[in-house]
């Protein structure tokens, strides 16, 4: 489906600056990537162009979003639910990157007849897998405790006596193509690479390198956990404090897939009583994680602000496709890479 802006580029400065022009409004480009990887005077030239590049909420984000044509997500980082949805009566198009948003009504907008494009994903998967192993090597290595060592005058941490990856046994929580990624990579290692999903069968991970094992055989066994999965009503909560109760005692569990896979409650309270060990997370149940978030207050849990999929060659592709979403419906194109129901 198609939908034309109801203006038309004016041809006069003093025309230019109406507010009948489109209105375009990009959120949560913390990166400040939009300005800098694409060129967007054409766009400029067509409609009035806003890039918010810090997180709102609430009123201050129905006051920008009121008067927009065309909102341009990124990700998943504010959620566009029908209530939000309901306020917007200018809205004609949403666009958003990667090709999944898991907070994006797409009733509430195919109800208006609202069309929705996304954008290509870019190399995404190597990014994340990349982050993933990153974040193995820095918790299992103690990079971060002996750094601080180190920063406040010591030679070393108390953890200076560090665990070795060859021999060990990698459990993953989904084998898809992150988590394929991240098999291979234990493998260079010399780890035994167990792996586990609700659909997961023998010959899978055996194309891996993997053995499949019960979900509750992975957690007892392996000393790294990792979570590679989609969140359906079956995984969500999944490891909730039955199963975090069965790690081991110097586990350490690895979450760069959805935050929603881990009851954080439970986690919270796992913590104090060592199962797992460790904890490195990328991903969080509020973004950005507050500043009071009791996650921060513990010293065996290592956090990162939701960077697997912050590369640039990814950015790069996100940037523009959704540019060209943007022109496509501006004169009236066809649009690229529409969602289908």
Not at 101 to 107: F, I, Q, S
Not at 200 to 228: C, K, N, Q, W, Y
Request: hydrophobic residues 45%.
């Amino acid at each position: 489906m198609t939908q034309t802006p109801s203006a038309v580029a004016p041809s006069s400065p003093a025309a230019a600056s109406s507010a009948k022009l489109p209105r375009i409004v990009v959120l949560d480009d913390y990166e400040q990537a939009f300005d800098t990887l694409a060129d967007w005077t054409p766009v400029r030239e067509h409609a009035q162009l806003h890039i918010q590049t810090t997180p709102l909420q609430g009123a201050p984000l129905l006051d920008l979003l009121v008067g927009a044509d065309v909102v341009v997500l990124m990700r998943d980082r504010t959620p566009f639910k029908a209530e939000l949805i309901a306020q917007l009566p200018r809205l004609k198009l949403v666009v958003f990157t990667g090709n999944r948003n898991m907070a994006l009504d797409t009733d509430a907008l195919a109800a208006r007849s609202i069309p929705v494009c996304h954008t290509g994903w870019g190399p995404s998967k190597d990014s994340t897998a990349e982050l993933t192993w990153t974040l193995i090597m820095a918790a299992h290595k103690r990079l971060l405790e002996n750094h601080r060592a180190l920063e406040q005058g010591q030679w070393r941490s108390a953890h200076a006596m560090l665990p070795m990856l060859q021999g060990e046994t990698l459990g993953l929580v989904g084998l898809g193509e992150i988590g394929g990624r991240v098999a291979r990579y234990a493998r260079a290692f010399g780890m035994e690479v167990l792996a586990w999903s609700p659909r997961m069968t023998p010959m899978r991970a055996a194309e891996h390198g993997a053995t499949f094992v019960e979900l509750d055989t992975l957690l007892a066994r392996s000393r790294i956990v990792s979570l590679h999965l989609v969140v359906t009503p079956q995984t969500r909560g999944l490891m909730n404090a039955e199963k975090l109760a069965l790690m081991r005692p110097d586990s350490l569990l690895v979450n760069t897939s959805r935050s929603t896979l881990i009851d954080t409650t439970a986690l919270l309270q796992a913590l104090p009583q060592g199962r797992p060990a460790q904890v490195a997370l990328d991903v969080f149940d509020t973004e950005p994680l507050p500043a009071n978030d009791p996650l921060r207050s513990f010293p065996q849990v290592l956090l990162s602000p939701h960077l697997g999929f912050v590369a640039q060659p990814v950015f790069e592709t996100f940037v523009r496709d959704a540019r060209e979403c943007v022109l496509a419906w501006l004169h009236g194109q066809p649009l690229p890479r529409v969602l289908t129901a």
